[in-house]
């Protein structure tokens, strides 16, 4: 099962896990043309393996290590990783739509800060 980034990234995509990922699956990386616009990070479900560095390295516990871990309220956001492709203009698009539909449906989360977020997110 992949791993999966969730709200807490929006606002903060500080890349901190991108440079401990060992497969280079979490995009955009900071030299890529999509870093600037992007809301926030995405890891491939396919290339990920589940390794776990990711998890501790994240500053706001973003990243759930499944999809099946993934609460509810961030269900969304699992199509959005899987969506997303670095270089792919509407693969890039269809995961930012995303993203944006989730943001308009939990002013609650976003009003939080980052940190704070995860604590709220439910089961
Ligand atoms: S679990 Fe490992 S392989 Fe998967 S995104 Fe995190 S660091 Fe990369
Ligand atoms: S470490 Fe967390 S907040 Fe930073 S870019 Fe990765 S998922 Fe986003």
Same mark, same amino acid.
């Given at each position: 099962?992949?791993?999966?980034?969730?709200? =807490?990234?929006?606002?903060?995509?500080?890349? @901190? %896990? /991108?440079?401990? $990922? #060992? !497969?280079?699956? +979490?995009?955009?990386?900071? *030299?890529?043309?999509?870093?600037?616009?992007?809301?926030?990070?995405?890891?491939? =479900?396919?290339?990920?393996?589940?390794?776990? @560095? %990711? /998890?501790?390295? $994240? #500053? !706001?516990?973003? +990243?759930?290590?499944?999809? *099946?871990?993934?609460?509810?309220?961030?269900?969304?956001?699992?199509?959005?990783?899987?969506?997303?492709?670095?270089?792919?203009?509407?693969? /890039?698009?269809?995961?930012?739509?995303?993203?944006?539909?989730?943001?308009?449906?939990?002013?609650?989360?976003?009003?939080?800060?980052?940190?704070?977020?995860?604590?709220?997110?439910?089961?």
């Amino acid at each position: 099962m992949p791993f999966v980034i969730t709200d =807490p990234c929006i606002g903060t995509k500080d890349s @901190a %896990c /991108v440079d401990v $990922c #060992p !497969v280079d699956c +979490i995009h955009p990386r900071k *030299d890529e043309p999509e870093f600037e616009t992007a809301t926030m990070l995405y890891i491939h =479900p396919e290339e990920c393996i589940d390794c776990g @560095a %990711c /998890v501790p390295a $994240c #500053p !706001v516990a973003a +990243i759930y290590d499944s999809t *099946d871990s993934t609460p509810s309220t961030q269900k969304s956001l699992v199509e959005a990783n899987a969506l997303y492709r670095a270089g792919d203009p509407d693969a /890039v698009a269809r995961a930012e739509t995303i993203v944006k539909a989730h943001e308009a449906a939990h002013p609650e989360l976003m009003s939080l800060p980052p940190a704070e977020r995860a604590a709220a997110h439910g089961t």
